[in-house]
């Protein structure tokens, strides 16, 4: 499709040939004028069947990105799993109310809770509500194999890291993707006011209208339970639970990491 911007000529069935005067691709509104009127008219690209001067629609995704980018995220990464970069892992901490939400991409040494930072391997609602890409140059709607190319081309030396066998988390990896994809996603953060650890991974719907999941328990990952042992979290905070840390952009994580 060719871009669209502020001086584009475009096509309405309705109203003519007119000219872009502004340009929202985040939410698929342009403002154009037609002929010799002064003022503007408000067009979504979703349903207005603007095309190009010669003829070619003007295509906008019609229905908005999912809420929550994790089960994207999960589907990359069994993808990359898939293709021997099976020391690519993902900490994921969305919260049940889906007012906040985090993850992470982390490569290398499977250690849950000392995970490296790289720009652009990281992300939150805050941000991704505003803008919904990753970070690390992809567009909207990138299909699992898109975004794991896209990630590669940005930070090789990252990728790299990620080549090796880990087999035991890539089997579970591929069951649980096998059950949540691709209306749910995992959360490996938990409210501690809602006392010990859960015995099953907490599963969250990542759109609105999604029943709640009526699957099989799934386990934690491999490794998982050598980190707290048998101990009840709410009476062994203080000496079980990490102090929680800063990330780079200065926000403290309002979960375990």
């Known amino acids: 499709m060719k871009p669209i911007a502020p001086g584009t000529?475009?096509?309405?069935?309705?109203?003519?040939?007119?000219?872009?005067?502004?340009?929202?691709?985040?939410?698929?509104?342009?403002?154009?004028?037609?002929?010799?009127?002064?003022?503007?008219?408000?067009?979504?690209?979703?349903?207005?069947e603007v095309q190009h001067a010669d003829g070619e629609p003007i295509l906008f995704r019609r229905t908005p990105p999912d809420p929550m980018p994790h089960a994207r995220l999960m589907a990359m990464v069994r993808e990359l799993h898939k293709a021997g970069y099976q020391r690519l892992y993902l900490y994921s901490w969305p919260k049940p109310s889906g007012?906040?939400?985090?993850?992470?991409?982390?490569?290398?040494?499977?250690?849950?809770?000392?995970?490296?930072?790289?720009?652009?391997?990281?992300?939150?609602?805050?941000?991704?509500n505003c803008n919904p890409v990753m970070g690390w140059g992809d567009t909207p709607g990138e299909t699992p194999e898109e975004l794991a190319s896209t990630l590669a081309q940005f930070d090789p030396t990252g990728m790299a890291q990620a080549l090796g066998c880990d087999e035991d988390h890539t089997?579970?990896?591929?069951?649980?993707?096998?059950?949540?994809?691709?209306?749910?996603?995992?959360?490996?953060?938990?409210?501690?006011?809602?006392?010990?650890?859960?015995?099953?991974?907490?599963?969250?719907?990542?759109?609105?209208?999604?029943?709640?999941?009526?699957?099989?328990?799934?386990?934690?990952?491999?490794?998982?339970?050598?980190?707290?042992?048998?101990?009840?979290?709410?009476?062994t905070t203080a000496t079980i639970l990490p102090k929680t840390k800063k990330d780079p952009a200065g926000d403290r994580s309002d979960a375990v990491r």
């Not at 000529?9 to 002929?35: C, D, E, K, P």
């Not at 993850?103 to 290398?108: E, I, R």
């Not at 059950?179 to 010990?196: H, I, V």
Request: aromatic share 16%; net charge neutral.
């Open 9 to 48: 000529v475009i096509f309405h069935r309705h109203r003519g040939y007119g000219v872009i005067t502004a340009v929202n691709l985040m939410t698929g509104w342009i403002s154009a004028r037609f002929g010799n009127e002064m003022r503007t008219l408000d067009l979504n690209l979703s349903t207005d």
């Open 99 to 128: 007012l906040h939400w985090r993850w992470h991409l982390f490569t290398g040494p499977r250690n849950w809770m000392e995970r490296p930072w790289r720009e652009g391997w990281y992300g939150s609602g805050a941000e991704y």
């Open 171 to 235: 089997a579970w990896f591929d069951m649980v993707c096998d059950a949540l994809l691709p209306d749910y996603t995992f959360s490996l953060g938990w409210d501690k006011q809602d006392g010990r650890i859960p015995d099953a991974l907490p599963v969250i719907p990542v759109r609105r209208g999604v029943p709640e999941y009526a699957g099989p328990p799934l386990p934690w990952p491999p490794g998982w339970a050598k980190l707290w042992g048998s101990a009840h979290l709410a009476s």
